[in-house]
């Protein structure tokens, strides 16, 4: 269990600190050549904090997932003798499932330019299936 829950989310936080420390690094090299440092500042803030917030809202849906696994692990561990109550498998099983869909729906939620490709293209076809029922309504 440690190997597929604990190592992977530690490693996925140093990599999400080592992506935002280059973003804050960057802003603070870019923020002085331009003329209103104010404003720079302000854009490169909003920047940091979405990374921040995206960062934070995926660990939290990873800890979500694999946490009652890890709990289920530990019971099996420190009481061999005594079975967890099958609720436990069930619930760290479905956490699994629950928290992935979240962190897709997540992601592609967030990420703006695919959101706004799927949105056009959905209504584009909702225009072109209408349209198509209102021509064969005229025939």
Request: glycine share 2%; proline share 6%.
């Given at each position: 269990?440690?190997?597929?829950?604990?190592?992977?989310?530690?490693?996925?936080?140093?990599?999400?600190?080592?992506?935002?420390?280059?973003?804050?690094?960057?802003?603070?090299?870019?923020?002085?050549?331009?003329?209103?440092?104010?404003?720079?500042?302000?854009?490169?803030?909003?920047?940091?904090?979405?990374?921040?917030?995206?960062?934070?809202?995926?660990?939290?849906?990873?800890?979500?997932?694999?946490?009652?696994?890890?709990?289920?692990?530990?019971?099996?561990?420190?009481?061999?003798?005594?079975?967890?109550?099958?609720?436990?498998?069930?619930?760290?099983?479905?956490?699994?499932s629950l928290f992935g869909t979240l962190a897709i729906i997540m992601l592609f939620w967030m990420n703006k330019?695919?959101?706004?490709?799927?949105?056009?293209?959905?209504?584009?076809?909702?225009?072109?299936?209408?349209?198509?029922?209102?021509?064969?309504?005229?025939?």
């Amino acid at each position: 269990m440690v190997v597929a829950f604990l190592i992977p989310l530690n490693d996925s936080m140093i990599i999400y600190h080592i992506i935002f420390y280059h973003a804050r690094r960057s802003a603070r090299r870019i923020a002085p050549s331009t003329s209103n440092t104010l404003t720079a500042h302000i854009t490169n803030a909003k920047r940091e904090m979405k990374l921040a917030l995206h960062m934070i809202m995926i660990e939290t849906l990873y800890v979500g997932a694999g946490t009652p696994l890890l709990e289920l692990v530990l019971w099996l561990v420190i009481q061999p003798k005594s079975p967890p109550p099958e609720l436990l498998y069930l619930l760290s099983y479905n956490s699994i499932s629950l928290f992935g869909t979240l962190a897709i729906i997540m992601l592609f939620w967030m990420n703006k330019p695919v959101k706004d490709i799927a949105v056009k293209y959905l209504h584009c076809e909702q225009l072109h299936n209408y349209l198509h029922s209102v021509s064969t309504q005229l025939q």
